[in-house]
């Protein structure tokens, strides 16, 4: 009797830029879903998440239905929203509990129309600290609005959000600038006047934020035992996270789009 292989198997990601996989002039700024593939084996991760996009914006400007043209029965779609959606942008801000979760669903309805799996995670948590070094929890309610999707709608959740807050109440305001953006004038060339940036992770704090949904994704048997890698190793180098030449990525966030007939 032969071998049986398995189909191989496609990790679909839609999300804004906490997710996105990060151009390298913009290095070393990373999105946790840059440094997934780390910790996965004979999985192909295709990282569609986008800077500036919300839930509202990732669907009506096509980037759903790439995904879901390209989508095949057994793939993952991990839908993660809220840091954009919040804002009060033309074509971006949804309200909680009404567009946001209608949007969330057409991610997790079109998913499941093609028999993939979706799977919602909450992003993670801004380092706001206030004068005593208590973090703040800028998200406000969408990680909650996510949740209830959820709960009703029997999507499994990744509750990214509520993990960040424990650990960046944890490292407190001093360390977790080295998990955020933050740089000295002179100590990184693409930033030469330095950067404080409390809302985008560097390569360290990716691959925190990449460790613990790859482990849910295992630990909750979303993905099988041996599709996993280097989750109980220590320390995973920030070189090992590869960054998009800029013409690259151009060309990715050019093409990964349809357009949508109204």
């Known amino acids: 009797m032969g071998v049986v ?21 913009l290095q070393p700024m990373t999105g946790w879903g840059q ?41 993952l779609v991990l839908v993660s929203f809220g840091l954009i959606d919040m804002k009060h942008a033309v074509g971006r801000f949804a309200e909680p509990f009404t567009d946001y979760q209608r949007y969330l669903r057409r991610c997790v309805g079109g998913a499941r129309d093609r028999g993939a799996h979706p799977v919602l995670v909450t992003s993670h948590e801004r380092r706001a600290f206030d004068a005593q070094g208590n973090l703040r929890r800028l998200l406000g309610l969408y990680p909650l609005a996510m949740k209830e999707v ?17 650990r960046w109440r944890g490292a407190g305001p001093r360390a977790t600038r080295r998990i955020f953006l933050h740089l000295e004038p002179g100590e990184h060339r693409n930033f030469p006047d330095g950067v404080a940036d409390n809302t985008h992770l560097r390569a360290a704090g990716a691959i925190e934020c990449a460790r613990f949904v790859a482990g849910e994704l295992r630990d909750r048997a979303i993905l099988e035992p041996d599709r996993f890698a280097r989750l109980d190793s220590p320390d995973v180098p920030e070189d090992s996270v590869e960054w998009l030449e800029d013409h690259v990525f151009d060309e990715l966030t050019r093409t990964r789009t349809l357009e949508v007939v109204t």
């Open 5 to 25: 292989r398995r189909r191989p198997r496609t990790l679909f990601l839609a999300g804004d830029s906490s997710v996105a996989s990060r151009q390298r002039s």
């Open 150 to 166: 959820a709960e009703a709608d029997s999507v499994p959740l990744i509750d990214l959000n509520e993990w960040s807050v424990g």
């Open 35 to 75: 440094a997934l593939p780390l910790f996965l084996r004979g999985i192909d991760t295709v990282n569609c998440a986008r800077a500036g996009a919300s839930a509202r914006s990732f669907v009506e400007r096509g980037r759903l239905g790439w995904i879901l043209r390209e989508a095949r029965p057994s793939d």
